[in-house]
């Protein structure tokens, strides 16, 4: 088990040069963009326009924060995605243009490379503790909002944007929201 301090993570400038993105963490450690086999980050979008295109690449897209997101994904109806909307799972390698109706936003990424690695996103609003079992390779929880302490000791807790990260599955873990909390819960599952 560790924790991945938000103070910790690592800015970059976004694939096509049209902004930056926060790294939470990447797989293998120290991968590039088009070397990693999984990836997870935050990004501030200020305007619309073209997502970077990842070749061989699963993505799945969250709201932070800000009123929401408009995508037009090649092949597919147009989406609109708010911080009440489910995460959304779409290819990287798919032309993708974006509109925000309402400013700008702040989204989570997490995105794995197909053939190698998948993965799965929930969203998670917690005012009770949740006991669950990690069934992945690897489980992040990424605290979104709240704080969210981690068994029974108040010394480890996950503060907003904090990370829990744990190998293999089979670990049980508890996690108890101080008032409430809201997470998202990332498995990920070697192919």
Known sequence: MRILRASDYRSMPWKN?????TEIVVSPAGA??????????????????PFS???????????LEGEG???????HETVELT??????????DAATEATLPAGPITDLNVMTRRGRVRHTVRRL???EPLDFTTQAT??????????????????????ARDT???????????????????????SIQND
């Open 83 to 92: 911080r009440a909307s489910e995460p959304l799972f779409f290819l990287a």
């Open 69 to 75: 997101i408009t995508l037009s994904i090649a092949g």
């Open 138 to 159: 690897v489980t992040l929880v990424f605290c979104d909002e709240g704080v969210l302490q981690i068994g029974e000791s108040p010394a480890l807790a996950l503060g």
């Open 32 to 49: 590039g963009l088009d070397d990693f086999d999984w990836r997870i980050s935050m990004a501030r979008v200020e305007a619309g326009g």
């Open 164 to 186: 829990l990260w744990l190998d293999g599955a089979g670990q049980t873990l508890s996690l108890r929201p101080l008032a409430h909390a809201t997470l998202f819960l990332i």
């Open 17 to 21: 040069g049209g902004g930056t993105t």
């Open 125 to 127: 609003s917690l005012s």
């Open 53 to 63: 295109i990842f070749s061989g690449i699963d993505r799945t897209l969250s709201i």
